[in-house]
């Protein structure tokens, strides 16, 4: 069985509050790949990754319609914690499960040897990916090039954070949507 496959059945994380649903999308022939946190509860409850307003906010970063962010030919999506992990008691949702990417990253990367660039969305991916440093650090500076690219997190509260950084709509942005043509 492949590690795709067997991802798809993981029922590994069974005490979760809505229950296990590993959404992700690989591909042998997938050239992008976006590494993102884990599913919301609209993803949850679609099993399509980035349905929802993160997404479209992420779609609106890339140029990208929607047909062309869901050709799973072409792109590849795997977050961190595969399944919805749910909510913190303040509020906002909980972390991806720390042993959802050890798990599966790994094998699912070895059945995708056409990538030439994955995005890592957010801390979580960044700090597997990347190493130390902070989000903001790694946007700017940008020090997994040419074969990772940072961004934040497009949730709603990356409003306030761009407002704070114009550089990310004024350089990163373009930047971003030229590597994602590139391939």
Not at 44 to 63: F, V
Not at 73 to 88: D, E, S, V
Not at 159 to 177: Q, Y
Request: hydrophobic share 40%; net charge positive.
């Amino acid at each position: 069985m492949c590690a795709a496959s067997e991802a798809a059945a993981c029922t590994h994380c069974q005490g979760l509050p809505l229950g296990p649903r590993p959404v992700f999308r690989v591909s042998p022939t997938a050239r992008l790949l976006i590494i993102g946190q884990a599913p919301g509860t609209k993803v949850h409850a679609t099993g399509i990754p980035w349905n929802d307003p993160s997404g479209e906010r992420l779609r609106d970063w890339l140029g990208m319609t929607r047909d062309a962010f869901y050709d799973a030919t072409r792109i590849a999506i795997m977050p961190m914690g595969f399944c919805y992990p749910g909510r913190l008691p303040r509020g906002g949702d909980a972390p991806p499960r720390p042993e959802c990417a050890p798990l599966w990253h790994d094998r699912l990367l070895a059945e995708m040897p056409a990538l030439r660039l994955t995005l890592l969305v957010g801390a979580y991916a960044q700090a597997r990916y990347l190493g130390p440093g902070t989000m903001t650090e790694n946007v700017r500076a940008q020090p997994g090039l040419p074969r990772h690219f940072a961004l934040p997190h497009p949730s709603w509260r990356t409003i306030g954070w761009a407002a704070r950084n114009p550089w990310f709509a004024a350089e990163t942005l373009p930047a971003l949507r030229q590597a994602a043509a590139a391939v």
